[in-house]
């Protein structure tokens, strides 16, 4: 049996609207409920934050609140008007992306969770963990990345 929840990670970035192709193509060929989720990773206070202005540093936190509300609705409104699918929520989280992620889909009981991924280069992957890999390491729910691979029509030899 399908999953009945697939929960898809968005950013705004090009590798994300891979995945959200996918997502919804994959729930509404299965009948699953999609849920779309953002994470607006969080900075960490630096030392010299004292020096700027009073009034810019009170104000980022909502700026950012802002942008990453924006980011969520504007693929909302895409999978809706663009893409034709439906989706059954949306969420909005602060803090470090994979961990928000992986608590989230155990929190909703996620069957899939889809990011958008990229190929990496050796070089990279043993240095640095990209999302995926991070959201893989901290749950036990199935991780489908979507990279540019899956748009590209390759002929089916018969």
Known sequence: MFPTRILV???GFRETSWAVRAAVELASGTGSELHVVHVVPTVPELPYLHLAAKERV???PEWRRIKGLEVLDEQVRRIGEDLGGTVA???YREGK???EIAFLGEEIDAGLIMVGGRRQAPFERIFGANLAEKIFRRTDRPVLIVDDRGSQS???PR
């Open 97 to 99: 992306p994979g961990k």
């Open 89 to 91: 929520a949306s969420y």
């Open 58 to 60: 009170e104000d980022f």
């Open 154 to 156: 390759l002929p089916v």
């Open 9 to 11: 990670a968005v950013d």
